[in-house]
């Protein structure tokens, strides 16, 4: 298997504009993970689906964050507009659910890392 | 909910020393236990894990986890390191009975080999 795929590895971006960071999870998997890694704030989970449905977005910073699940191997993260602030690297995790097989250990994509200026 | 506690943000050890990496969790349901790993510039990746079974879990290159329930702690050890083992460790904690697939992270602690 390919593992999650991330794309794009890397994003510059100007402070207003809209940025969409996109994730493929591990084919099977039915938990999708959003998070975000910052030197001051360390790895924080912004929300996570269950078969496709969002089950808990409370570490979402705010409106001009979105997520969606279209379908089970597509998911995307969008910020509008971004802001310097949202500079961060940004991670996408999938997992089995623990119930149907093995264990509910998350599987990372290499993250994309993300600049506003 | 869980918490966990990593105390140590930074741990620097000469090649070849033991380490130990360590891990307290706060819950009050059984849990799993989780050590990631994160080399520079990339995803994390489970080194370890505890679900079930016998408490001391291994992994592939020679890091192993003893599982406490009385001191509610999963400390990550290695006899000998290598400078190849220098990266982030992250101990993560989930909750059984909520299926487990939502991990609780602790802050990580850097280990750094010398020579």
């Known amino acids: 298997d390919a593992g999650v795929i991330q794309s794009p590895r890397h994003e510059v971006t100007e402070m207003g504009q809209e940025v969409t960071l996109r994730c493929k999870p591990i084919?099977?998997?039915?938990?999708l993970f959003w998070y975000r890694q910052t030197m001051m704030r360390g790895l924080e989970l912004l929300i996570y689906f269950n078969n496709n449905v969002p089950i808990d977005d409370s570490g979402m910073p705010e409106d001009r964050f979105s997520a969606k699940m279209p379908n089970a191997s597509f998911s995307t993260l969008k910020i509008q507009p971004s802001e310097p602030r949202d500079s961060a690297v940004y991670f996408c995790?999938?997992?089995?659910?623990?119930?149907?097989?093995?264990?509910?250990?998350?599987?990372f994509g290499p993250g994309t890392r993300l600049t506003v200026t | 909910a869980q918490s966990v506690t990593q105390l140590d943000s930074q741990v620097p050890v000469f090649e070849e020393a033991p380490v130990e990496l360590r891990c307290n969790y706060s819950?009050?349901?059984?849990?799993?236990l989780f050590w990631y790993v994160q080399y520079p510039n990339q995803g994390l990746q489970l080194l370890l894990k505890?679900?079930?079974?016998?408490?001391l879990v291994e992994s592939i290159n020679g890091f192993e986890a003893e599982f406490n329930k009385s001191q509610t702690s999963f400390h990550l050890r290695k006899p000998s390191v290598h400078i190849s083992d220098t990266a982030e460790y992250f101990c993560?904690?989930?909750?059984?009975?909520?299926?487990?697939?939502?991990?609780?992270f602790g802050t990580g602690t850097q280990l750094k080999v010398e020579l």
């Open positions: 993560a904690v989930s909750d059984k009975s909520g299926g487990g697939n939502k991990l609780t």
């Open positions: 084919s099977g998997h039915d938990y």
């Open positions: 819950s009050s349901v059984s849990v799993y």
């Open positions: 505890y679900l079930s079974g016998s408490t």
């Open positions: 995790a999938s997992s089995f659910s623990s119930e149907t097989s093995g264990g509910p250990e998350q599987y």
